[in-house]
């Protein structure tokens, strides 16, 4: 059957070899939050604040890095090509009880043994909620200078840490901030606290770093900050652009439901040589659903395809859903994002971009149409053969055998 695909595909000149060839070294960073519940393994851990939520008690819950770590290579083994891992300030792996402004890349050794192992890159995000040193929901824009100075030392030493990870892995990693700083009702002056904001970012920002890809992550609302964010859209996407080295990280999820993320992505381009992503799901009030194969993450595919930006945008995953399996949600969501890539990748761009130049809207939009009726799912089924994984639905009952052997033991 995949031998008819790639004859279907070679005849709109599409080589589904190639296609192969690059999807499998297109790397998505996996959010490691989706496996705990956004809990890490700090003492004393804390509730989740900060204006996100996990709802559900689905068990099995991994409690400690070790158990993470093998959720997380189980679920990888379901997963093909390039994959990367994204981390928290909060998932600690040495024995040390250290608070957030004294953390040091130690702390973090068991995450780069792990990555070594199992060929990841490893992303890295301060971890600026579930604290007692966010008062009133605030961190980088609080009033208070100790409560600014304990984050900023925390973000200092985050940035540290993903120098760590590039120094030792290779490559690169992106060091995410988002901060939960807002307020439920309106307040009387929305300029103060973002000045405040942005001198702690130049502090954190100015110590230069190898292989560090910095980016800030804005926000429209969250849960008991409804009326104003800090880190707004407009205010990071003015402060990475005029802070070299500074990107502004989209996370599909913070924007009004009818703003097309997608369609940000041309648009920064234009103007930054990297996009750092969180996709996601957006449903009614929350912002961190597993991703499905629908037209929203399908439309962001197609843009990092069609703009040939697979080398700018990096691709992570920000979902958090404690109410099913937390590895189905790994493997779902994560197959969700490389199947809509790997749809982009099989569909004629150029041949539609051209119909667009020449102002032929109508074939346009009739052989944009007939992409849909290409067997895609075969090139899938063939990428995923090639990583030694059996396509169909098979893997679920390995899930269930795994949460029933481990998930289903811990108390
Ligand atoms: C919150 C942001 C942030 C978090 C994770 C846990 O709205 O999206 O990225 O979801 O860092
Ligand atoms: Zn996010």
């Not at 996996?30 to 068990?59: H, M």
């Not at 957030?100 to 890349?105: L, N």
């Not at 700083?181 to 920002?205: M, N, Q, S, V, Y």
């Amino acid at each position: 059957m995949y031998s008819e695909a790639r004859e279907a595909y070679a005849a709109i000149g599409i080589d589904t070899e190639k296609v192969l060839a690059t999807i499998a070294e297109v790397p998505v960073s996996i959010n490691c939050w989706q496996g705990d519940d956004v809990v890490g393994f700090e003492k004393g851990a804390r509730a989740l604040s900060g204006g996100i939520q996990t709802t559900g008690n689905y068990p099995g819950r991994a409690r400690n890095a070790q158990e993470l770590m093998a959720d997380f290579a189980f679920a990888s083994s379901m997963i093909p090509g390039a994959k990367r891992l994204n981390l928290h300030a909060s998932y600690i792996t040495g024995a040390r009880d250290v608070d957030r402004d004294a953390i040091e890349p130690e702390d973090y050794d068991g995450w780069v043994d792990f990555a070594r192992e199992h060929g990841l890159g490893l992303d890295f995000n301060p971890t600026c909620f579930s604290h007692p040193m966010v008062v009133n929901n605030l961190t980088l824009s609080s009033p208070h200078e100790e409560v600014r100075r304990f984050w900023t030392e925390h973000c200092i030493r985050s940035r540290r840490v993903a120098a760590h990870f590039a120094r030792e892995l290779g490559g690169w990693s992106t060091c995410n901030l988002w901060i939960p700083d807002g307020f439920k009702d309106t307040p009387a002056d929305c300029l103060t606290p973002r000045l405040r904001l942005k001198e702690c970012l130049d502090r954190i920002f100015s110590e230069k770093l190898d292989g560090v890809i910095d980016s800030v992550e804005s926000k429209v609302f969250g849960i008991g900050v409804e009326s104003f964010t800090v880190g707004s859209g407009e205010f990071y996407l003015g402060y990475a652009a005029s802070h070299k080295g500074v990107y502004q990280l989209l996370d599909n999820g913070h924007y009004h439901p009818t703003e097309s993320v997608a369609d940000k992505i041309p648009a920064l381009l234009t103007v930054f040589d990297r996009i750092p992503l969180h996709v996601t799901r957006a449903v009614r009030w929350d912002s961190d659903h597993v991703v499905r194969l629908d037209d929203e993450i399908r439309a962001i595919a197609r843009q990092i395809v069609r703009c040939d930006a697979l080398d700018k945008v990096l691709i992570g995953l920000d979902f958090f859903d404690a109410s099913i399996n937390r590895i189905v949600a790994w493997v779902v969501g994560t197959n969700n994002m490389k199947k809509a890539l790997l749809m982009a990748m099989l569909e004629d761009g150029a041949k539609m971009a051209a119909d667009q130049e020449k102002e032929d809207f109508t074939h346009l939009f009739a052989y944009g149409e007939s992409m849909n009726e290409l067997p895609w799912q075969e090139v899938w089924n063939e990428f995923l053969r090639r990583e030694g994984i059996e396509p169909g639905f098979a893997w679920y009952d390995a899930v269930k055998k795994y949460e029933e052997d481990v998930l289903l033991k811990r108390s």
